[in-house]
């Protein structure tokens, strides 16, 4: 037997894998090139998402295969719809290393908390591969592996918090999420195993799945199969019961790796989810019931707890587990349009959140900073344009106006219910929307409030300014050539007379007396790039879906 490999398919996958590998070759040949790795990790993001095109640019219903055997069969296959989910996720796994830039070029060789740059890069990259390579999976085999390549590194970059007053709360983050990827990870199996005694192959193919549920014996085998199948994959997307180590992972993880497993780890779950609806394409939908159950537990649940969180990393995780129902709603119908509207849900949901995410560590990293709600107080009036990129992730999130892309995004996920009639699911779905809108008014009032008591902000102002002092960096940010997320700009507290102060950002109050922060480059970089995408989408939000 022989394979038609076609590597060209493959770059989107293999551009991170091959990357990652360079990393820890230039890391024997030259030890102390820490930069030079998140260069090559850069490099090979970039890449990979550039090698998405061709498949983006297919027409509907095209595929390009890879590993193709003589039948016809291809154990990858990418579509216009698996190149965009690639693209999602090489695009947000570029945002999460620029955010950790700076701490992973001054990790070193490592200490007591924290291992050498080299190995937190390997382990993003690999994490990104099997990411990538999720959609694509056209086997059992594939889907498993490549699940596994994009949770495992994961843990790993959980645990390693450089902080070491953090460190013991990461690692319990990590074993919760270890744990839960080896549960998940037998129930794939026992589901895979189940697949090939039904189908008697283990290709994910259609036309076997429609063959083996003519036969009782074979459905009901099928139909287990697909309930473990989907079980494993609930415990990736965080949908209810399967949800437990969602908050305490995300609370505990050092914030870039949280943004990484909101953003990036949530295209492999869908991916991954959508492999498995359109093998049963071929069958009667009744695996499909599950499906909307647990959209609709999902939902519910996630926004219940989400109105109940003042740290907003908590509220972002339980909002997680909300935005996973609404990923899972358009899969409760057998039909190309409902696979669809959940990838073009899924590039809406990855960008808000990231967005969000971004700006809570962004203000979080400011002298005095925090994660809570009462660190966002009165945002708006300190920092306007940083609270406007926030408040558009809201209300896309939410799904209100003038974020038209979050209500089209909704809309567009409501459409194969109501096709369907599956009235209970789209009156749950109805009621969470009032829900989820309760959610995130809540921080965009904070946002808005006006505080009477200024104690505790710092200025906001640029790094140079024209006083008589210069302002010194703290750690690595002189030597950082993509900005330090993490260093601050110091000011003096007293200032010089006649020194001219200029807020960061037009119609920011400035309090004297107080340390002065600027933001990093990078972060407003990123904030104005992803409140863009939120921009032209709900300007011409068509094309996404």
Known sequence: MTLDLNFAALWPVLAPAFAALAVLVLDVIIPRAHAAYLWLAAAGLVGGAVMT?????????????????PSGHCLYAASSLTGGLQLLALGSALVVLVLTWSDWASAGRGDRTSAPSVVLVALFLAATAGVAAVPAARDLGTLLVALELATLPVVGLVALERRASRHPGAVAGAVSLLTTSLVSFALLALGAALWVAATGSALLDPVAAAAAAAVPEQAALLLLAAVFVLAGLGFKLSAVPFHAWTPLTYATAPLPVTTFLAGTSKVAALGGMIVLVQALAGTSGFALVAVAVLAALTMTLGNAMALRQDNLVNLLAWSAIAQAGWLMLPLASLSSRAVHAAGGYLAVYVVATVLAFVVVIAVARRPGGGVTLADHTALARRQPLTAAALGLALLTLAGLPPAIIGLVAKVVVLRPVAADGTWWLLIVATLNIALGIAVYVRWLSALMARSGDDE????????????????????????????????????????????????????????????????????????AVLALLLLAGSIAPVGIF
């Open 53 to 69: 095109i061709p498949s983006i640019t297919q027409a509907s219903g095209d595929s390009t295969g890879a590993f193709c055997l």
């Open 456 to 527: 505790g902000w710092e200025r906001v102002v640029p790094a140079a300014v024209s006083a008589d002092s210069e302002p010194t960096m703290s750690g690595d940010a002189a030597s950082d050539p993509a900005g330090d997320a993490d260093a601050t700009t110091v000011l003096p507290t007293t200032e010089p007379t006649g020194a001219r102060v200029t807020t960061a950002e037009p119609g920011a109050t400035a309090v004297a007396g107080q340390s002065a922060y600027a933001m990093p480059w990078t972060h407003r970089v990123l904030i």
